[in-house]
T-cell receptor, first 110, second 111 residues
């Protein structure tokens, strides 16, 4: 059965800290891995990772995929209260279907 | 503006009633998806459609039905057979090779 597992499920840190969120996957016909940030409503797209070992970066956020060990990490440096959200990762199976993890709830305290 | 519009934002269902959630996109995406999200859980796939007039069951299709008569529209009906329908429902669409983009969701509750 396809599955995506995220850890930790919940994380509370202070503003300015650096956090690392983990995502491991077992997805048949794996194509790519996606990271999303979900605040109140719709998940918003962060990264799409297809190649192993190539870091993608956007401001204070970065992510990398390891296709040999079947995991990805999302790093957030110099965290701010606006980074508080649920972070979701998903594996793309075959042509179209996504398999989501259960999410990591990140809370940044001032 | 291009995007995905879900309506209504909040919906209440009575026992034995079918309700339909709307999802419209003007992104010209071929593929559309419906997910259910329960508190503390990730997204679970209900149905998806890759082209007009074709759709496939996801992991939790029982008690739900869909149609795809137009490229822009992918409505979801929550039938009376779905015994635990209270959840947050998200619609998404995707272009070939790209990430999924989501609507703002519909929160369904039971009266």
């Amino acid at each position: 059965e396809d599955k995506v597992v995220q850890s930790p499920l919940s994380l509370v840190v202070h503003e300015g800290d650096t956090v690392t969120l983990n995502c491991s996957y077992e997805v048949t016909n794996f194509r790519s891995l996606l990271w999303y940030k979900q605040e109140k409503k719709a998940p918003t797209f962060l990264f799409m990772l297809t190649s192993s070992g190539i870091e993608k970066k956007s401001g204070r956020l970065s992510s990398i995929l390891d296709k040999k060990e079947l995991f990805s990490i999302l790093n957030i440096t110099a965290t701010q209260t606006g980074d508080s959200a649920i972070y979701l990762c998903a594996g793309i199976q075959g042509a179209q279907k996504l398999v989501f993890g259960q999410g990591t709830r990140l809370t940044i305290n001032p | 503006d291009g995007g995905i519009t879900q309506s209504p934002k909040y919906l209440f269902r009575k026992e034995g009633q079918n309700v339909t959630l709307s999802c419209e996109q003007n992104l010209n995406h071929d593929a559309m998806y419906w997910y259910r999200q329960d508190p503390g859980q990730g997204l679970r796939l209900i149905y998806y459609s890759q082209i007009v007039n074709d759709f496939q069951k996801g992991d939790i299709a029982e008690g739900y039905s869909v149609s795809r008569e137009k490229k822009e529209s992918f409505p979801l009906t929550v039938t009376s057979a779905q015994k635990n329908p209270t959840a947050f429902y998200l619609c998404a669409s995707r272009s070939q090779g790209g990430p999924q983009h989501f609507g703002d969701g519909t929160r369904l509750s039971i009266l």
